[in-house]
């Protein structure tokens, strides 16, 4: 086949960036011919192989997009724009640039099917003018969000999105959100999940604790939870730990968050940034990894942080619900969540419980952690199996044949 991809984001920074990686990756394994049409602020180069035969960006913050890439959250791990605050006249320029892309590509490489991600204004764009094409969304849970927060935009979203043949969804939560937000027909909305890389995503040998090596990776935002997990670690006298803060973020929540990175002194290393190599790394010798995110689809960092032998703390996401599901159930220890308003802000009066439920919950999982017997390689490696971007692919593939 001959596969465009799309993508209104930049293509490697996100989870979703790291599934359409994998798209292309397993799309070229399987021989099929890719193009790839994405988004970069101005003189941001890629930092990986793009595995696409044709990449085309559409770059912002300069003119006509004279402003910064939108992003799908509203914070971002690199300088972005909110699609709440943007006006009617940067809208159109955004689509124009983008169909003008997207329609020049559509016609030097011919595609047989199209690929977007994101139940939101790109995919939309691209059905409304290409309706012969057959079209396949992945949608990642942010396009939910923003379909909830910019409801100026929806009827836009709405005109191409309600045409798509296909749509996939993280888990079977998410499916029943879109039938409820978008109104569209059940049968189209497939259930697909996402994957890891199981050959980057694996266990190695780690250094005995003490310290148990503590691990989160993800944008440092108030949306994953990030201070209320910082606050916890400060209050934790009965563990001997080390911290290790991966990802990035911007504007002032980036900024609360490292402030209080700091307030741990030695017992924190604030890496930034790092690529997928790096994060498998520090991953492979750590105990423990934290995730207390307030929304999320199909958290992939947790698949890559089991693989790699971490015990795993998370939120009750429905998401990580699916994976806790499929391992041995002393790998995975639940928080619940605090109430929330505006999707994922949490009520102020239960912020202090939700701080101790994490301190708590990294406790328990500490204490488990040190038992060498609790990780059984071959158990592990069976229950993740059906999570492995090939096999995630090959259900896929079926799909694309399937509207051909």
């Given at each position: ?10 293509p490697?920074?996100?989870?979703s ?15 099929h ?33 004279d ?8 914070v ?5 724009s ?43 764009l ?13 949608s ?11 409801p100026?935009?929806?009827q ?25 937000l978008y ?13 890891y ?8 040998e ?6 148990i ?8 935002s ?6 209320w ?17 991966v990802?990035?973020?911007s ?5 609360e ?12 290393t ?24 307030l ?8 698949l890559e ?16 619900q ?23 802000h ?13 301190a ?11 038992d ?33």
């Amino acid at each position: 086949m001959r596969i465009l991809h799309t993508i209104s984001q930049h293509p490697e920074a996100t989870g979703s960036g790291i599934y359409l990686q994998a798209m292309l990756r397993q799309s070229r394994a399987a021989h099929h011919a890719s193009a790839l049409v994405a988004a970069v602020n101005d003189n941001t180069l890629l930092t990986t192989h793009q595995r696409a035969d044709v990449v085309d960006l559409v770059s912002f913050g300069r003119k006509p997009l004279d402003f910064p890439l939108p992003g799908m959250s509203d914070v971002m791990p690199y300088v972005s724009s909110r699609f709440c605050d943007l006006s009617l006249g940067q809208i159109h320029r955004y689509e124009e640039v983008f169909l003008d892309t997207v329609a020049r590509r559509i016609d030097a490489f011919a595609p047989d099917i199209i690929h977007s991600h994101h139940l939101w204004l790109l995919s939309s764009l691209i059905k409304k003018n290409f309706p012969h094409i057959p079209m396949v969304v992945s949608s990642h849970g942010s396009d939910l969000r923003q379909f909830r927060l910019c409801p100026h935009l929806c009827q836009r979203v709405l005109e191409g999105c309600s045409a798509v043949e296909c749509i996939l969804s993280l888990t079977p939560a998410q499916k029943e959100e879109i039938v409820s937000l978008y109104g569209l027909d059940r049968d189209k909305i497939l259930v697909t999940g996402a994957g890891y890389n199981s050959s980057r995503f694996c266990l190695a040998e780690k250094a005995p604790p003490p310290p148990i090596e503590i691990t989160y990776c993800g944008k440092l935002s108030r949306a994953k939870g990030v201070p209320w997990m910082l606050k916890a670690l400060q209050s934790l006298n009965n563990v001997d730990f080390h911290f290790h803060l991966v990802g990035s973020g911007s504007g002032p929540e980036e900024q609360e968050c490292l402030l209080l990175a700091r307030s741990l002194t030695s017992k924190v290393t604030v890496h930034g940034s790092l690529s997928q190599p790096a994060l498998a790394e520090i991953l492979q010798r750590s105990h423990l990894f934290v995730l207390p995110s307030l929304y999320e689809g199909l958290p992939l960092v947790v698949l890559e942080a089991l693989a790699c032998g971490c015990h795993v703390v998370t939120t009750e996401l429905a998401g990580a619900q699916i994976i806790a599901d499929a391992v041995d159930s002393r790998l995975m220890t639940m928080i619940a969540l605090p109430r929330l308003h505006r999707i994922d802000h949490p009520v102020a009066e239960d912020e202090p419980a939700f701080v101790a439920a994490i301190a708590g919950a990294i406790e328990a999982a500490a204490r488990r952690s040190l038992d060498p017997r609790s990780i059984d390689s071959l158990i592990l490696g069976s229950s993740l199996a059906p999570f492995t971007w090939k096999n995630i692919f090959a259900a896929i593939e079926k799909h694309y044949y399937g509207l051909l």
